[in-house]
């Protein structure tokens, strides 16, 4: 239901999830089974571009890469996030004093 919500492209749905479902439904980053936070990641990872700009999916999305269910954060780690850039960048960095 939230995922039909975060898609539609319906003004009214979009309000209504902002302003009701987005922290119930960011909170289950917490949830003890791994299928209802594997179920959210997919969800994220399907609707993460068009919330890019909102705080708490991309916290949500962040610490989900970390889960240790690697089922979980499969599916969020092809999405950047504010520290990837910089990490991408040092380790090119070392890479390159180490071949040298």
């Known amino acids: 239901m939230c995922e039909g919500m975060m898609l539609d492209d319906d003004q009214t749905s979009e309000e209504i999830f902002l302003k009701s479902l987005i922290a119930p439904l960011c909170a ?3 949830d003890k089974v791994p299928n209802v936070r594997l179920e959210l990641s997919l969800t994220l990872a ?5 919330y890019s700009n909102n705080k708490l999916i991309n916290s949500t999305i962040q610490k989900m890469k970390l889960d240790k269910s690697r089922d979980v954060c499969g599916p ?5 996030g504010p520290n990837d850039f910089i990490r991408g960048v040092v380790l090119d960095l070392i890479n390159e004093s180490i071949a040298k």
């Open 76 to 80: 969020l780690k092809e999405i950047a």
């Open 46 to 50: 399907k609707t993460q571009h068009k």
């Open 28 to 30: 289950l980053a917490e």
